[in-house]
């Protein structure tokens, strides 16, 4: 039997619970748990996939091609497990299927009530995350806050389930944030209070209580928090913001928190093994030296949209012993010629992908720039495209050459829907999501970075090269160095004549992690450094 352990949030929303509950679930990694991370988000879409970045940042494709919550990102980048597509569960998914059950006549004429119907469905999936992937500890975020309409079956399933399976086998987790009173100089724990009054009023009782805020944190605090909240003192931990996601576990650990959890739990951990973690947080505090690079895009302003980038990058500079420092650049404001100086002063861009034609043509101008000026270049998905259409319009002469989701009467779609695409209509999940394999040229600069020939990554876009274009590309000096063979479809696209001037058509930065960064990120940045202005 597996146990669980729910993490909840109170007072306000954006607390860190996707941080805290990847950090905890590296604690018991590290002790040589299994242990599996699921996101429950209250929301009535089945999935972000057709959400707008500015609604809800990224979008994190799994292994399996579900689009999925930012916070798998961090689990996967935190616990270093490939996660899938019943890690993710939103109110849309559990009221579709239930519905769609009603209509098929599955529950003979009875009356459909979010208890137990909607609850059940709920505490199913959560118990399927378990069965597919054999973890002996699943922890459980519950999204959004105690209190909040949309969140109440989900908090009312996990209830139920400290009834489905033996008591000592659930632990609730509750995250809450401690504000501070400028004017008098005090962390408040009233809110926090309430919060935890609002969640025992619905029977749940949490047993750990993760204090989030921006201030340091007096023993008479927390003492006021066990008592008033019913938790032993040493289950209130303190943690305050900080500048490295990473230390987040170290710091747990240090509070006591994997030992609380084992032991209230009654498992039968190994000791715990962080020392490759310390080191890699060693290596990252160490670095000194900068390198700049510019991100291209058009939610720059919204860090959240390119999360995955962001830290794929910090891992591959962390290898180097650098420190990153991104420079974000709205590729809308290029085509006005704003910003130029930005792209202009960093060793290396990245343009990563996208969805709409707002912006588009400021990314390419920024690989045109990065291919006059041999500026490290790696595009990701739509960067890939961009840098294509690029190469057509100035190196190969074709006037008014763009892609097709662009432009549907452009005279040379070198970027064109992909033919398994032509007959869909619907948006959401529909598009060539999840692993794909890919045969690498020998020779190449991505063979160079994998050191294998073939490789598997994930993907989300619907457009793709235009073979018809091939020829034309490779007899100009482009290289297409990564195929799947089975669709016969461009994976990579290099310029021969460059430093470096990759783009790839799947998204590498999905499976970057501070234990093992991506190849493609890691020769960039050795570009980047050799390249770095002076």
Known sequence: MPKYIFCTGGVVSSVGKGVTAAAIG???????????????????????????????????????????????????????????????????????YVIEKERRGDFLGGTIQVVPHITNEI???IALVAHETQAEVVLVEVGGTVGDIESQPFLEAIRQMRMSVPREDTLFIHITYLPYIMATGELKTKPTQ??????????????????????????????????????????????????????IPLIL???????????????????????????????????????????VGKYVELHDAYMSVKEALFHAATVFGKRIEIVWVNSGDLEKAIGNDKIENVDGLVVPGGFGYR???????????????????????????????????????????????????????????????????????????????????????????YQTDQVQERHRHRFEFNNRYRSRFAENGMRFSGMNIKNNLIEIAEIIDHPFMLGSQFHPEFTSRPTSPHPLFVQFIDACIKHKLP
């Open 194 to 247: 309430h919060s935890v009054r609002e969640l025992r009023s619905i029977g749940i009782q949490p047993h750990v209580i993760i204090a989030r805020t921006d201030y340091p944190v007096t023993p008479d605090i927390t003492n006021k928090i066990s008592l008033f909240c019913d938790v032993d003192q040493e289950a209130v931990i303190p943690l305050i913001t900080h500048d490295l996601l990473y230390e």
């Open 359 to 449: 912006g588009v043509e400021g990314k390419i101008l920024a690989a045109r720039y990065a291919r006059e000026n041999r500026v490290p270049y790696l595009g990701l998905c739509l960067g890939m495209q961009t840098m294509c259409i690029e190469f057509a319009r100035n190196v190969l002469n074709l006037s008014g050459a763009n892609s097709s989701e662009f432009n549907e009467g452009t005279p040379h779609p070198v970027i064109d829907l992909m033919l398994e695409q032509r007959s869909i209509t619907e948006m959401g999940g529909t598009m060539r999501l999840g692993l794909y394999e890919c045969q690498l040229s020998e020779g190449s600069i991505a063979h160079q970075a």
């Open 253 to 295: 650990e240090n509070a006591g928190l994997g030992k609380y959890i084992v032991q209230r739990l009654k498992l039968n951990p190994a000791e715990p093994e962080l020392s490759q973690w310390k080191s890699i947080i060693a290596n990252m505090r160490a670095a000194n030296e900068v390198i700049r690079v510019a991100v």
């Open 123 to 125: 505490k199913r999936r």
């Open 26 to 96: 590296r604690l018991l990694k590290a002790r040589g748990i299994r242990v599996a991370i699921q996101k429950l988000d209250p929301y009535l879409n089945v999935d972000p996939g057709t959400m707008s970045p500015y609604q809800h940042g990224e979008v994190f494709v799994t292994a399996d091609g579900a689009e999925t919550d930012l916070d798998l990102g961090h689990y996967e980048r935190f616990i270093d497990e490939s996660l899938n597509r019943t890690c993710n569960v939103t109110s849309g998914q559990v009221y579709s």
